[in-house]
């Protein structure tokens, strides 16, 4: 949960399986007031593939296995240009566990930007995002990396953009 810049409307974001086992996806709901009751959820992502670290129910990730946190969805509200913005983890398309943002106008949650990858690397699975904006709107995004270390160990990246993700500095 977050709420926006004078607190007078949360935003929820959860992750949930599709009806009929298809995946699961990304829903966001809203309140106006103070969470006594909230707007209908709306959909506005789905996973390729979330990333599961619970062994030995689940882990998809490469490397040896361990417990920890995975894909659900980081939201955070910039008041610097007015969007919702949600970090989260997805097993891309080429195998590796990406950490993916996009955003929304606070206006209307039923216009959500593409994702883009978060400091892109080549190689290294990367999870468990949590996302803040700092004053000015600078975005701020930490994850757990296993890129450092060819998927072997588990270290933490902090990626920073100052143009709304355009581009991203990292450490």
Known sequence: IV???DGSVAYLTFDNAIQGGKGTSMFVSKSTD???TWS???????FTNPVCLFPPF????SGGQFRGPGSSPA?????ADNRLYVA???IDVDGVAKVFLTSAPASDL???SPRTVVASVPYGDRFAAELGIAPGG??????????????TQVDLTYATSSDFGKSWRSV
Do not use: E, L, M
């Open 3 to 5: 709420t926006n810049a």
């Open 34 to 36: 103070h969470g006594q």
């Open 40 to 46: 209908t959820p709306f959909q506005f992502a789905v």
């Open 58 to 61: 689940c882990f998809n990730i």
């Open 75 to 79: 939201p955070t509200f910039n008041p």
């Open 88 to 90: 989260f983890a997805d």
């Open 110 to 112: 039923t216009k959500w």
């Open 138 to 151: 600078r975005i701020d995004v930490t994850f757990y990396d296993r890129s450092y270390t060819a998927n």
